[in-house]
Each structure stands twice: as C-alpha cells, then as structure tokens.
C-alpha cells in the first residue's frame, strides 16, 4: 500500500525564517506526489505537484519541493516565511499517476510568529 | 471556471437523521471524489466515481453511506441514520483523466455536525 508519513504536526518559524516541511512517501511505483494547502474551514488548495518530470517543483506562494527518490522524500520549503503561510499542509501520493485517489499524510500546522 | 462547489457547506442534524450533501464537480471533469476529514487528521478516501460509474468505494463507507453520480455531472452523498462519529467534514473533489490528469481538485468541504 502507499502511504506518506508528514514528521511534525506542528511547526513554528518566525516571519522571515525558512520554512521546511517534512514528507517522506512509501510506494510499490513510481508515485506522483502533492502538496496541498487547507486555510482554516476552508478545503485544499493545491500548491505544487511532482510528475515525474523535474525532481524541484515549484509551487504558488513562493513554495517548492524537492523529490529525492534516494530519501524517498519529498520536503516543502519556502525561503521566507510570511504570516499569510499559516495553515496547515497536506502531503498526498497518488501511486498510479493516473488521475486515480490521493493518500493524505496526517497533516502539518504551520505557525508563523513575529 | 467555478471550481468544485458542495451545498450545504455546514449541517447539523440530529442523530438518527438522514443527510445528504450534493457535489458540482468542475465542468468536463469525469471523475468525481468523496473524502471525509476530521479533526486533525488528513482528508480519507471515501469513493469515486468515474462518469457516473463508481469505480471504487472504501471500507470506511458503511452500509449506511451510499453515494451516486447518476448522470456523470453532479453527485450526491447520503448518510442515513446518522451517528456522532460521521461527525466531520465531507471534501468533494474532481479530476480529468485527460490532460493533466493527475491533478485532483477540492471543494470547501461540507461540515457535518450530529448532536
């Protein structure tokens, strides 16, 4: 079965600090890989996609991932974090790249202090 | 392009209740997703549809969930004799298996709340 592991359900960074995100993926093939956004009571909003093309995605909002099949990981960063990024993140896989269901990580909230 | 919408965005019912909540996916889109969130945990599939055929559906969809896509557009999902524990909030999502067809697209989710 394919899976993602999210490490951290919470993460704080002061506004300006790097933000890293972490998601590590397990899948039988090669998987394509999300991130998504969900703001408070509102639904997901996608930020980037990995396709199996390039392995550094980049992402709405100033994100980006990298994929490292190595690792088999697949971490959200942003150089600069901003107060309007606090929100909680969704990695997802989806092992069959065809359009088929996506498999949530349990989700990370990102806090943004001053 | 209106992106997926759902009605009602918040219902509270009573337990014991019938509910059903009701999916536009985005135009052309043929496939159709039911997920389901609760509190501090990630979306879980529910089912999909692709055109108005259910192609797969998850053992967290009891007996007392049944969901249709009756002419490939809409879809609702229904939950009757509703429990305390369907309380969450139910995220419909669609996709084209043409083009970028990888890419799944959420709605604002519909909160469920059973008292």
């Known amino acids: 079965a394919q899976s993602v592991t999210q490490l951290g359900s919470h993460v704080s960074v002061s506004e300006g600090a790097l933000v890293l995100l972490r998601c590590n993926y397990s899948?039988?093939?090669?998987?394509?890989l999300f991130w998504y956004v969900q703001y408070p009571n509102q639904g997901l909003q996608l930020l980037l996609k990995y396709t199996s093309a390039a392995t550094l995605v980049k992402g709405i909002n100033g994100f980006e991932a990298e994929f490292k099949k190595s690792e088999t990981s697949f971490h959200l960063t942003k150089p600069s974090a901003h107060m309007s990024d606090a929100a909680e993140y969704f990695c997802a896989v989806n092992p069959t790249g065809t359009a088929s269901k996506l498999t949530f990580g349990t989700g990370t909230r990102l806090q943004v202090t001053l | 392009d209106t992106g997926v919408s759902q009605d009602p965005r918040h219902k509270i019912t009573k337990r014991g209740q019938n509910v059903t909540f009701r999916c536009d996916p985005i135009s052309e889109h043929n496939r159709l997703y039911w997920y389901r969130q609760t509190l501090g945990q990630g979306p879980e599939f529910l089912t999909y549809?692709?055109?108005?055929?259910?192609?797969?559906k998850s053992r967290l969809l009891s007996d007392r969930f049944s969901a249709e896509r009756p002419k490939g557009s809409f879809s609702t999902l229904e939950i009757q004799r509703t429990e305390q524990g369907d309380s969450a909030m139910y995220l419909c999502?669609?996709?084209?298996?043409f083009g970028s067809g990888n890419t799944i697209y959420f709605g604002e989710g519909s909160w469920l709340t059973v008292v």
């Open positions: 899948s039988s093939v090669p998987p394509y």
């Open positions: 549809f692709q055109n108005e055929a259910q192609l797969e």
């Open positions: 999502a669609s996709s084209s298996v």
